[in-house]
Nanobody, 118 residues
Framework: QVQLVESGGGLVQPGGSLRLSCTAS????????MGWYRQAPGKEREMVAR???????TYGDSVKGRATISRDNAKNTVYLQMNSLKPEDTAVYYC????????????WGQGSQVTVSS
């Protein structure tokens, strides 16, 4: 079992930036792919960004050009930097981890609320 602990959410003004962090409780095959998803009220969960152990990245269309995912494999930690935030970025952001960057993640964090509002 892998526990994912997130930090960094909160209230941000439109046009602002935020950085989310997620640390896994252990390393291993389950962390080959780490990433971030989000779910807004009344909407389905959507992929924000995913990153393989080797550094390959995938971004959701709604955040391309505004989001950057990175990871520190030595610390079992993945980061999400988001800039030029919009009110429609408001959602609960979930850290994810799994063995494959193209399959549904196996593990999920508890979720971190991000609210973009003036």
């Amino acid at each position: 079992q892998v526990q994912l602990v997130e930090s960094g959410g909160g209230l941000v003004q439109p046009g602002g930036s935020l950085r989310l962090s997620c640390t896994a409780s252990r390393s291993g095959f389950s962390l080959n792919a780490m990433g971030w998803y989000r779910q807004a009220p009344g909407k389905e969960r959507e992929m924000v960004a995913r990153m393989s152990l080797g550094g390959s990245t995938t971004y959701g269309d709604s955040v391309k050009g505004r989001a950057t995912i990175s990871r520190d494999n030595a610390k079992n930690t993945v980061y999400l930097q988001m800039n030029s935030l919009k009110p429609e970025d408001t959602a609960v952001y979930y850290c994810s981890a799994g063995p494959s960057p193209i399959a549904t993640p196996t593990y999920w964090g508890q979720g971190s609320q991000v609210t973009v509002s003036s």
